[in-house]
């Protein structure tokens, strides 16, 4: 079965500073997506960052960028010049497809909290 | 806002009573999907649908549980005889076949 796991319930950061999020998964497929989702508080769940799995390439969305591992099955979030309004939770997903179906799977999520 | 809508952003009702839930997903996604999330929790899927079409629906569901999607545009998640362990939020996601989903802001039930 597909599982997403995000080992650091919490995180914090210094303004302006650089911080890494740390996410792993469990797959036998060889072609997937993974996604990088935030939710501010009380806020809907906005997409961060995607990336597929076939390329190479790591993902980049201005401040935001992963560090794709495949053979390590390492997916993780850093984001650069950390400012107040990236306080929020973030969740790491898998996309899961199986006989005309899909479906996210989702870490627990990371709590990161920005310092001024 | 992604564009996705849900209605109503909040609902408290009593134990046993029935509750609807309205998506409203981006026009032009045929792919919708429903999830859970409890608090301090990532978000669990439920449901999805393609076009009008229900493709899945989880075993987290009981048969207390069900979604349709009349005519591939808005969807609607029905929960019959609520139970106190139904509280949660309950979001709406919708997508193209990027694999993108945008999430609409939920729909917050507390059962009584």
């Known amino acids: 079965a597909q599982t997403v796991t995000q080992s650091q319930p919490e995180m914090s950061v210094q303004e302006a500073e650089t911080v890494t999020l740390s996410c792993t998964y469990d797959?036998?497929?060889?072609?997937?997506?993974l996604f990088w989702y935030k939710q501010p508080p009380s806020r809907q769940m906005i997409l961060v960052i995607r990336?597929?799995?076939?390329?190479?390439q790591n993902a980049t969305e201005n401040r935001f960028s992963v560090n794709f591992q495949k053979a390590a099955k390492s997916f993780s979030l850093k984001i650069s010049d950390s400012q107040l309004g990236d306080a929020a939770m973030y969740f790491c997903?898998?996309?899961?497809?199986?006989?005309?179906?899909?479906?996210?799977?989702f870490g627990k999520g990371t709590k990161l909290t920005v310092n001024p | 806002d992604t564009g996705v809508s849900q209605d109503p952003r909040h609902k408290i009702t009593k134990r046993g009573q029935n509750v609807t839930f309205r998506c409203d997903p981006i026009?032009?996604?045929?792919?919708l999907y429903w999830y859970r999330q409890t608090l301090g929790q990532g978000p669990e899927f439920l449901t999805y649908?393609?076009?009008?079409?229900?493709?899945?629906k989880s075993r987290l569901l009981s048969d207390r549980f069900s979604a349709e999607r009349p005519k591939g545009s808005f969807s609607t998640l029905e929960i019959q005889r609520t139970e106190q362990g139904d509280s949660a939020m309950y979001l709406c996601?919708?997508?193209?076949?990027?694999?993108?989903?945008?999430f609409g802001p939920g729909t917050r039930l507390t059962v009584l």
């Open positions: 997903a898998y996309r899961f497809t199986q006989g005309g179906s899909e479906k996210l799977v």
């Open positions: 996601a919708s997508s193209l076949a990027t694999g993108k989903q945008f």
């Open positions: 990336q597929e799995a076939y390329k190479q």
């Open positions: 797959t036998s497929e060889s072609d997937y997506y």
């Open positions: 026009s032009e996604h045929n792919r």
């Open positions: 649908f393609q076009n009008e079409a229900q493709l899945e």
